[in-house]
């Protein structure tokens, strides 16, 4: 025995461990098929959430013994998970990621099959369901969103009405002026980036849809390109630009502040963010808090019109899932059904319902009266999408490019706004041609 | 180690002079050492070998991190990373941090040699100097968050002192890199300190009396005591530093998330692998690194060869 034997040998076994990795599953394309008698459905299931905070204040678990009034049998419980991508993504690498899940946003559509037991035909689901196409693969939906939220701003009435604006702009540049008249007459910050936070630039993405009013938008991402004159992201990018660039926003993005900033929007101390309609809860409650007007809180579309209409997207939140390996399918399904039909976790959140008959939320209810047009995207392509995304590195749905557009507006990095721009569509068309689409 | 193995094997033998130990006890004492080594050998194996060797074999596929499938790319990983230039336009960022630790280690020695000789209230300041390096580094990146705020801590401090600098101390490259360096000086300062102070400290004090009876100074105590004494540790600080320069992760991904030209090539590689899904082209990315490393080590070596000090 001599000791380079030893770590020879020992170096070589753990080269042999390494070569057997991320080959979990091979099962293919099982369903989890609705029960027929809810007295009948057994089973102990475990849901994985990203939402801890309704775990931890005892809201699931409301929703688990309503559940039960209907399937008695089945006993629900819940894994908040904080890190929730970052932990379920190494978790499916086994077996063991729950019976019910939110699909990561990091899971490929193709591998859906192997991840996840199919809710039914697209043809059959999307009558009833909106986003199923999310999660479509060859005809088959993998997964429903219990709730959609629309893009928008979240603004201060207050703080609007006092600067003089009291109709919703209507293009880019009435934007940039009713934000410049709420800096000269308030003393509220008329934009707030919330740099630091990173993820509230990523969703200025969500413009996307909202400038050409077109259900193909993603599509158009897909296969053409994103930053060309007058296209979605382009109208987005310069828009943000032009804010930050005309000192519109708070005074040194790079500590900025999320949480902070819910109470300083509820009291007027900041005007506006671009955020959804999945935030308006949020700062009511921060108002609520604060001391302040819940009232005031209100929400506007992206400022740009198609023939006279706004137009705003309606994105699905995290797709609820059935685990391919669970051993109890059709407890699990039973739970996701009932979460999206009947719990009213969609309305208890003041955002969309993923039902297609069933009204606008109240936050919504100005969207109606205003006649603001609400889009379902096509995303057949979304996969498509995401591929060219990650391959280029440019990352819409990652905050790195806006973090930067943002340091070019305000002058910390030297450039043009243009061939800043530019320099992402060579990248994405560049990317789109090479993997041949 | 072997003296005491062999005196506890002979000792149950005893009367006539015994011939060579039985068999089975020489086995035995051959495995010994093993036994021992057992536990910290399967630690550093399952821990450290496999993973690395798991990398290294990430790093030839095209792995997306998650997907069950994934493809043997041979050496395209490595083709791209060393065709990409700006893949390595990130390296200028770790000149801050080398900058800052050239400042760091001079500040330790400093302090350390201050502090070997007899000062009032040394075991406090030895305390003061040490004690960042306790605290997590997650922590130290959201507390320094607060100090380079606007009208935070620091801006506070200075206006307590009078200057009104209103600047965002995070809100340009140069500024945002220079702040980090400081905070990543700040928490590193106690550990080269105390392995100075250490290497001071083992030096016999007779040294020092027949010095002070030759009546040298300190500063020719420094130069010519000190100095000398402690270069295996000066060099070990500066291969430890160097490496941290081109390996800086925590305090800047906490505080800035390598936004305005704060990113280095770690945070580079955990954005490859975590947002863009290139788990095998950040393989590849890590495994440069350690190269890199491992070079500059070897070199470094080479250019200080780390002889035996002999002070008497």
Not at chain 1, 165 to 193: G, H, M, Q
Not at chain 2, 100 to 115: G, H, K, M, N
Not at chain 2, 217 to 227: C, G, L, M, P
Request: proline share 5%; net charge negative; charged share 20%.
């Amino acid at each position: 025995m001599n000791c380079r034997t030893v770590l020879a040998l020992a170096v070589g076994s753990a080269l042999l461990a390494s070569g057997c990795t991320g080959t979990a599953g091979t099962s293919k394309g099982a369903d989890a098929e609705a029960p027929d008698d809810p007295a009948e459905v057994t089973g102990t299931i475990t849901v994985l959430t990203h939402r801890t905070d309704l775990v931890q204040d005892g809201t699931m678990k409301k929703y688990a013994a309503e559940f039960n009034e209907t399937y008695p049998k089945v006993r629900v419980e819940f894994d908040g998970i904080t890190d929730y991508e970052g932990e379920v993504k190494i978790r499916m690498n086994t077996e063991n990621y729950g019976d019910v899940l939110m699909i990561p946003g990091v899971i490929e559509k193709k591998d859906y099959p192997r991840f996840f037991a199919s809710l039914g035909s697209q043809a059959e689901r999307s009558r009833k369901y909106r986003f199923t196409d999310y999660t479509t693969v060859e005809g088959k939906v993998y997964g429903q969103s219990p709730l959609g939220a629309v893009p928008g701003f979240v603004y201060n009435k207050k703080v609007w009405r006092e600067a003089g604006v009291t109709e919703w702009p209507k293009t880019p540049s009435e934007f940039l002026a009713a934000l410049k008249r709420i800096k000269s007459r308030t003393d509220a910050v008329p934009y707030y980036t919330n740099f630091k936070d990173m993820w509230p630039l990523t969703q200025w993405t969500q413009v996307n849809g909202s400038v050409s009013c077109d259900e193909q938008a993603t599509t158009k991402l897909a296969e053409g390109d994103p930053w060309a004159e007058g296209a979605d992201l382009r109208t987005a990018d310069t828009l943000l630009y032009d804010i930050v660039r005309q000192g519109l926003v708070e005074k040194d993005p790079t500590t900025t502040n999320w949480e902070a900033s819910k109470p300083k929007l509820a009291k007027g101390e900041i005007a506006t963010m671009w955020l959804g309609s999945w935030a308006v809860i949020q700062m009511r409650g921060a108002a609520k808090q604060a001391g302040a007007n819940p009232g005031d809180i209100g929400f506007m579309p992206f400022p740009a019109q198609k023939n006279g209409t706004f137009c705003a997207v309606a994105l699905p939140d995290y797709n609820q899932a059935v685990n391919i390996h669970s051993e109890h399918k059709a407890a699990a399904r039973a739970w996701i059904d009932w979460f999206t039909d009947k719990s009213g976790y969609a309305a208890d959140n003041l955002t969309l319902s993923p039902l297609k008959s069933a009204p606008l939320p109240d936050v919504l209810k100005p969207y109606e009266e205003a006649g603001v047009r609400i889009l379902d995207l096509d995303d057949t392509r979304g996969a498509e999408v995401k591929t060219i995304d990650n391959q280029s590195e440019v990352g819409i749905n990652k905050p790195d490019y806006r973090q930067d557009l943002v340091d070019l507006a305000r002058g910390a990095t030297k450039g043009g706004l243009d061939d800043f721009l530019d320099g992402l569509a060579k990248k994405w068309t560049g990317t789109q041609r090479s993997l041949g689409s | 180690m072997t003296d005491t193995t062999e005196k506890t094997a002979r000792a149950p033998v005893s009367g006539p002079p015994a011939p060579a130990a039985p068999r089975p006890a020489r086995r035995w004492r051959g495995a010994t050492p093993w036994l021992f080594l057992l536990a910290p050998l399967t630690l550093l194996i399952v821990f450290t070998y496999a993973p690395i060797a798991n990398m290294v074999a990430y790093s030839f596929t095209d792995w997306d991190g998650v997907s069950p499938e994934l493809r043997y790319t041979g050496a395209g990983n490595y083709a791209e990373l060393f065709t990409r230039s700006d893949l390595f336009e990130v390296f200028w960022v770790s000149g801050y941090y080398l900058a800052a630790s050239v400042f760091q280690i001079a500040a330790a020695l400093y302090f350390a040699t201050i502090l070997s000789f007899n000062v009032r209230f040394r075991n406090f300041f030895k305390g003061v100097l040490f004690f960042p390096y306790l605290i997590n580094g997650v922590a130290i990146g959201f507390v320094f968050l607060y100090f380079f705020q606007d009208g935070g801590t620091l801006d506070s401090v200075l206006g307590l002192l009078g200057v009104e600098t209103d600047r965002a101390w995070l809100g340009t490259p140069v500024s945002a890199n220079t702040s980090l360096a400081a905070v990543s000086v700040w928490r590193y300062l106690g550990l080269n300190f105390v392995l100075f102070l250490g290497a001071i400290q083992a030096i016999p004090g007779e040294l020092y009396e027949a010095a002070e009876l030759d009546g040298a100074n300190r500063w020719q105590q420094f130069r010519h005591i000190i100095a000398p004494g402690i270069r295996p540790v000066l060099s070990l600080s500066v291969i430890l530093s160097v490496s941290g320069s081109l390996s800086v992760f925590e305090i800047p991904y906490v505080m800035t998330g390598g936004a305005t030209g704060t990113e280095t090539f770690v945070i580079q590689t955990v954005k490859l692998a975590f947002q863009f899904n290139k788990t095998g082209l950040a393989s590849a990315a890590a495994v440069v690194l350690l190269l890199i490393i491992l070079a500059v080590t070897w070199v470094q070596r080479r250019l200080v060869p780390d002889d035996k000090v002999d002070l008497v």
